[in-house]
C-alpha cells in the first residue's frame, strides 16, 4: 500500500464534468488501496476572477495584502469542499481540509509567503480513519493567525510540502498537459514530452517561466527527494517523472526552452557611481521581498553610470521608489521602467560538459533578426532578454536550431 499525494490544477477540477472525473479517479486509486492526500486548486479562472474583483473595489489603490490573501483564498476552498461531496456522494470516504486545520504554517509575506511548518498529525489521523484527505492548495496561515497564499501556481508547493511532511511515495501533480515538455506546447506544437527530467532541470525550467510546476515545489522536491510526477487527469497516459540526476540525462546538451513574459526592466540612469551604491540598493529591495533576477551594470563615465536590474512585471511598482531613492538627494539621473522585454532560456544538463552551446543560441536569434539585450548564464542555463513582441519566434527558432523537435 502506497502513499500518495495527487494535485489537480485548476482546469482538472474547472466545472462539475470534471470534478467527477477527478472523484473517480480518486476512487480508483482507494480502490486499489493507496491511502491518499488530494490537494486542489481553484476552479480553473477563479483566482483571476476573485484578483479582479479586489482590484475593482480598490479603485485606484492597491488592494490590501492581507485581503487579497483572505480573498483569493477562497478559490481553493470551494474546489476541496466540491471534491470532498463528490467523493462522499460516490461511497469514499473524504474529509475537506484548509491549511489552518493541517496547521500549515508560513511567513507573513502576504501573497507570496512561504511555508514553514506543516503539523502532519492532524493528516495522518484522517489517513488512519481510512478517509481521503482533500486539501486546500496555495494557503496558508501565519503566525498571528492571518491566512496567506504561496503565489500564483502555489497549489504545487503545498501539494509537495505535504508529499515531503508524510514522506509520500510519490507526489502526481495532474495538469492541463500530459507532461514536461520540451517547451510549452502552446507556442511550439512539434514540442516532445520528456519522460524524465532532474529537478536541477526543472528548477531553471520553472525559474525561466515553464509555468507547469510553480519554482518553490520543484524546490522543494529537490531538497526533500520528493519525486514527482507531472501528469494529465484526462487519461492514464504516463507523464514525466522529475528526480535525482543521473547519465542519462547528463548527455542531453539541452532539454528544454523556456519563455518568460513576466520580465520588467528597471534602469537607473546616471547614477553616482560609488561603494555601497549596489548593496544598498539591492538590500532594499530584498527587504521589500523584491526578487531581482538580471543585473548589468555598465561601466561608470565621471563617476557616474546606468544600472539595469529586472525583476517580475507585479513588482515593478515597489521597485521604482526604491530606484529613485537610490538617486540620492539631488535627483541626478532618471529610473526608466521598460515593461515589454521577455527572457527566452535553454537548459540542459550537458551544457556543462559541451561548448559552444551559448554562441549557438545567439546565432540562432540573430538568424531570425531578433535582437539580444542582456544575457546571463549559469552552469545549466543561457537566457537572453529580447523584445516580448518576439518572445514566441525565439522559442520556435530555439527549439528547432537545438533539434528539440525530433522524438528522442
Ligand atoms: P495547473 O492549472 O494544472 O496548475 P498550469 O497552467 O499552472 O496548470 O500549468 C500547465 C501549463 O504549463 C500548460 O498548459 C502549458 O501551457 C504550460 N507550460 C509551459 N511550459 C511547459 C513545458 N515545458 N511543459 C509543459 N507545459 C508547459
Ligand atoms: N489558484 C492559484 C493560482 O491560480 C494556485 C494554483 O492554481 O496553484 O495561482
Ligand atoms: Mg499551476
Given at each position: 500500500m502506497a502513499l500518495i499525494v495527487q494535485k489537480f490544477g485548476g482546469t482538472s477540477v474547472g466545472s462539475v464534468e470534471r470534478i467527477a472525473n477527478v472523484a473517480e479517479r480518486v476512487a480508483r486509486a482507494r480502490a486499489a488501496g493507496d491511502d491518499l492526500v488530494v490537494v486542489v486548486s481553484a476552479m480553473s479562472g477563479e483566482t483571476n476572477r476573485l484578483l479582479a474583483l479586489g482590484r475593482d473595489v480598490a479603485a485606484e489603490q492597491a488592494p490590501h495584502p492581507r485581503e487579497l490573501d483572505a480573498l483569493v483564498a477562497t478559490g481553493e476552498q470551494v474546489a476541496s469542499a466540491l471534491l470532498a461531496i463528490a467523493l462522499e456522494a460516490r461511497g469514499v470516504p473524504a474529509l475537506s481540509l484548509l491549511a489552518h486545520q493541517i496547521r500549515l504554517r508560513t511567513d507573513a509575506a502576504h501573497t507570496k509567503a512561504r511555508?514553514?511548518?506543516?503539523?502532519?498529525?492532524?493528516?495522518?489521523?484522517?489517513?488512519?480513519?481510512?478517509?481521503?484527505?482533500?486539501?486546500?492548495?496555495?494557503?496558508?496561515?501565519?503566525?498571528?493567525?492571518?491566512?496567506?497564499?504561496?503565489?500564483?501556481?502555489?497549489?504545487?508547493?503545498?501539494?509537495?510540502?505535504?508529499?515531503?511532511?508524510?514522506?509520500?511515495?510519490v507526489c502526481e501533480i495532474?495538469?492541463?498537459?500530459?507532461?514536461?515538455?520540451?517547451?510549452?506546447?502552446?507556442?511550439?506544437?512539434?514540442?516532445?514530452?520528456?519522460?524524465?527530467?532532474?529537478?536541477?532541470?526543472?528548477?531553471?525550467?520553472?525559474?525561466?517561466?515553464?509555468?507547469?510546476?510553480?519554482?518553490?515545489?520543484?524546490?522543494?522536491?529537490?531538497?526533500?527527494?520528493?519525486?514527482?510526477?507531472?501528469?494529465?487527469s484526462f487519461t492514464d497516459a504516463e507523464g514525466t517523472v522529475v528526480t535525482k540526476e543521473d547519465e542519462s540525462l547528463e548527455a542531453i546538451v539541452v532539454a528544454g526552452v523556456a519563455l518568460?513574459?513576466?520580465?520588467?526592466?528597471?534602469?537607473?540612469?546616471?547614477?553616482?557611481?560609488?561603494?555601497?551604491?549596489?548593496?544598498?540598493?539591492?538590500?532594499?529591495?530584498?527587504?521589500?521581498?523584491?526578487?531581482?533576477?538580471?543585473?548589468?551594470?555598465?561601466?561608470?563615465?565621471?563617476?557616474?553610470t546606468d544600472l539595469t536590474f529586472t525583476v517580475s512585471r507585479g513588482d515593478v511598482e515597489t521597485a521604482r521608489p526604491i530606484a529613485e531613492r537610490a538617486l540620492g538627494e539631488k535627483k541626478r539621473g532618471?529610473?526608466?521602467?521598460?515593461?515589454?522585454?521577455?527572457?527566452?532560456?535553454?537548459?540542459?544538463?550537458?551544457?556543462?560538459?559541451?561548448?559552444?552551446?551559448?554562441?549557438?543560441?545567439?546565432?540562432?536569434?540573430?538568424?531570425?533578426?531578433?535582437?539580444i539585450e542582456a544575457i546571463s548564464t549559469s552552469e545549466i542555463k543561457v537566457s537572453c532578454l529580447i523584445a516580448e513582441a518576439r518572445g514566441e519566434d525565439a522559442v520556435r527558432a530555439l527549439h528547432e536550431g537545438f533539434g528539440l523537435g525530433a522524438p528522442r
Amino acid at each position: 500500500m502506497a502513499l500518495i499525494v495527487q494535485k489537480f490544477g485548476g482546469t482538472s477540477v474547472g466545472s462539475v464534468e470534471r470534478i467527477a472525473n477527478v472523484a473517480e479517479r480518486v476512487a480508483r486509486a482507494r480502490a486499489a488501496g493507496d491511502d491518499l492526500v488530494v490537494v486542489v486548486s481553484a476552479m480553473s479562472g477563479e483566482t483571476n476572477r476573485l484578483l479582479a474583483l479586489g482590484r475593482d473595489v480598490a479603485a485606484e489603490q492597491a488592494p490590501h495584502p492581507r485581503e487579497l490573501d483572505a480573498l483569493v483564498a477562497t478559490g481553493e476552498q470551494v474546489a476541496s469542499a466540491l471534491l470532498a461531496i463528490a467523493l462522499e456522494a460516490r461511497g469514499v470516504p473524504a474529509l475537506s481540509l484548509l491549511a489552518h486545520q493541517i496547521r500549515l504554517r508560513t511567513d507573513a509575506a502576504h501573497t507570496k509567503a512561504r511555508i514553514r511548518t506543516i503539523d502532519d498529525r492532524p493528516l495522518r489521523e484522517v489517513l488512519a480513519a481510512g478517509r481521503v484527505a482533500v486539501v486546500a492548495g496555495f494557503q496558508g496561515v501565519d503566525e498571528e493567525g492571518n491566512i496567506t497564499t504561496l503565489g500564483r501556481g502555489g497549489s504545487d508547493t503545498t501539494a509537495v510540502a505535504l508529499a515531503a511532511a508524510l514522506g509520500a511515495d510519490v507526489c502526481e501533480i495532474y495538469t492541463d498537459v500530459d507532461g514536461v515538455y520540451t517547451t510549452d506546447p502552446r507556442i511550439c506544437p512539434s514540442a516532445q514530452k520528456v519522460p524524465k527530467i532532474s529537478y536541477e532541470e526543472m528548477l531553471e525550467l520553472a525559474s525561466l517561466g515553464a509555468k507547469v510546476l510553480q519554482i518553490r515545489s520543484v524546490e522543494m522536491a529537490m531538497k526533500h527527494g520528493v519525486v514527482v510526477h507531472v501528469r494529465t487527469s484526462f487519461t492514464d497516459a504516463e507523464g514525466t517523472v522529475v528526480t535525482k540526476e543521473d547519465e542519462s540525462l547528463e548527455a542531453i546538451v539541452v532539454a528544454g526552452v523556456a519563455l518568460d513574459r513576466d520580465v520588467a526592466k528597471v534602469t537607473i540612469r546616471g547614477v553616482s557611481d560609488e561603494p555601497g551604491l549596489a548593496a544598498t540598493l539591492f538590500e532594499a529591495l530584498a527587504d521589500a521581498h523584491v526578487v531581482v533576477d538580471m543585473i548589468i551594470q555598465n561601466v561608470s563615465e565621471d563617476d557616474r553610470t546606468d544600472l539595469t536590474f529586472t525583476v517580475s512585471r507585479g513588482d515593478v511598482e515597489t521597485a521604482r521608489p526604491i530606484a529613485e531613492r537610490a538617486l540620492g538627494e539631488k535627483k541626478r539621473g532618471e529610473v526608466v521602467v521598460d515593461t515589454r522585454p521577455a527572457k527566452v532560456s535553454i537548459v540542459g544538463l550537458g551544457m556543462r560538459t559541451h561548448a559552444g552551446v551559448a554562441a549557438k543560441m545567439f546565432r540562432l536569434l540573430a538568424a531570425a533578426g531578433i535582437n539580444i539585450e542582456a544575457i546571463s548564464t549559469s552552469e545549466i542555463k543561457v537566457s537572453c532578454l529580447i523584445a516580448e513582441a518576439r518572445g514566441e519566434d525565439a522559442v520556435r527558432a530555439l527549439h528547432e536550431g537545438f533539434g528539440l523537435g525530433a522524438p528522442r
